[in-house]
């Protein structure tokens, strides 16, 4: 069966369509494109458009007992603290679409017209969860809220992961040591979720969905329940690091400053000057230079996740809590995502091993 949500009627031919209308029961919509500088045309294509069409179908379907949309956590950044329901959208979908017939792939129109949103995946993802909640019918809706979906803590094995998105790339390039200061708090919480918790409580909401007027919402998140701080992601991330000999330059570190300007002079006095030393030295010497592109690297990710490290939310969870909690000891063993549960030294001992065994040998330059 093959499907693509960016086209009419999903790309689906006749005899798919009616096997899913008539034999599925329950509807996992995470199809979406969650690059932060996609153009916003793009990204209401993929994630606003693509979320129609996925909940048209499902309200279709004879037997649907649950339809269930991951979004994200930072749909409603501007508020500090984020709770477990459905905020009013960033803007009108007429609006949006005028806006973007007026004024295409323009990024810096479209970063004005966001409306406090860091990127148009946010924004995108705000608009559908808002469409979800107003037009889902009578088909059980479930919204679940993963933060920084970060490496596996069991399931199917410790540290598994196969992608570089979320955090992956920023703390692997402090820990080889390329990236030595950030823009934030050091002592800010960083709200990491392993995947097979998100994974877990998307099944149980599934299971307990209901048929109401209002969309059940789950934040999957930590930081109000275990959080961890910055500088102890990178202090256990990096310790991992070096007991391994990965890293790459001596005594990985960051420093978190509040200030972009003394974030940038830092930047230019102790990673930009040096790895221009080095290449002259390489140079010099007949070599090919390597470490100033090395960092145009690494600080492009580093500024690409600025508005994450530079800002800090509380992100409740008491409705999954709640839904953990009714669940039986045998079903808790079975589906464990109670983030009181992890232990952060352990969790990013094991993420620091997965990236290296999972992903690392199979990507350059990251």
Request: aromatic residues 10%; charged residues 25%.
């Amino acid at each position: 069966m093959i499907g693509d949500v960016t086209l009419p009627n999903l790309g689906l031919n006749q005899k798919d369509e009616e096997t899913l209308v008539g034999k599925v029961s329950v509807v996992y919509h995470a199809a979406a494109t969650i690059k932060f500088n996609e153009p916003l045309q793009v990204a209401m294509n993929i994630n606003f458009e693509g979320t129609q069409k996925i909940l048209e179908l499902s309200k279709r379907m004879k037997n649907i007992e649950a339809f269930i949309y991951i979004s994200t956590a930072f749909t409603n950044t501007s508020r500090r603290v984020l709770l477990e329901t459905v905020y009013p959208p960033p803007a009108k979908v007429d609006d949006v679409y005028k806006f973007i017939e007026e004024y295409g792939h323009d990024a810096q129109e479209t970063k004005k017209f966001l409306n406090e949103q860091p990127s148009t995946y946010t924004f995108t993802k705000s608009l559908s969860e808002a469409y979800v909640a107003k037009n889902h019918g009578d088909v059980p809706t479930v919204i679940i809220r993963p933060s920084v979906v970060s490496s596996a803590k069991d399931e199917p094995l410790k540290g598994w992961l196969d992608n570089w998105y979320g955090g992956t790339a920023l703390v692997q390039n402090a820990g080889r040591g390329w990236n030595r200061f950030a823009l934030g708090n050091n002592d800010a919480p960083l709200d990491l979720i392993p995947v097979d918790y998100v994974s877990n409580m998307s099944v149980i909401a599934a299971a307990k969905a209901k048929k109401s007027s209002d969309v059940q919402v789950y934040n999957c998140t930590s930081s109000a329940e275990n959080p961890i701080i910055w500088s102890d992601v990178h202090k256990y991330f990096n310790r991992e690091m070096v007991a391994l000999g990965k890293n790459e330059i001596p005594c990985p570190h960051v420093i978190y400053l509040k200030s972009k300007l003394l974030m940038n002079i830092g930047t230019f006095v102790f990673q930009t000057t040096p790895a221009q030393i080095a290449d002259f030295w390489l140079k010099i010497t007949g070599r090919e230079p390597k470490y100033t592109e090395t960092l145009s690297k690494v600080l492009k990710v580093r500024d690409g996740y600025e508005f994450f490290t530079a800002n800090s939310w509380v992100m409740k969870a008491e409705r999954a809590r709640e839904l953990y909690s009714s669940l039986s000891p045998e079903d808790k063993e079975e589906f464990p995502c109670d983030v009181t549960q992890i232990v952060w030294s352990e969790f990013m001992r094991d993420y620091c091993r997965g990236i290296l065994k999972y992903i690392s040998p199979k990507t350059n330059g990251k």
